[in-house]
């Protein structure tokens, strides 16, 4: 599903956050990821990341909305409805997420165990 794998795409690009790993992300010139993120002032540190991204991929990111889990979740309820899920990547709440079947995909079986090590604490 292309969906599940621009998933990977994006979540490529916040791992760039971290300078300790050293991943190669592929090189995906002339393929433009659209996404639909989570706004808020938390996050723009890991969207200023995104040029980053762009430049180690040759891949582009369109960000189509910056909006509150709230509000983000009734525009992929209008895209739905409208036949429009057009995009690649859209932030959700784990709360929502679960109502939209598969157009979500568990990341932990598509992204290495060490890059995610380093956005899971580990549980004792």
Known sequence: MKLKASLVLGTAFAALALPAIAQDYGKFDGYTLRVKLIGGAQYEPLYAEIPKWEAATGAKVEILSRKNHFELDKEIKQDIAAGTLDWCVGSNHT??????????????????????AEFVPLMI
Request: no cysteine; hydrophobic share 45%; charged share 15%.
């Open 95 to 116: 709360s929502f997420a679960p109502q939209y079947g598969d157009i979500y995909a568990d990341l932990t079986g598509l992204i290495a165990p060490e890059v995610i």
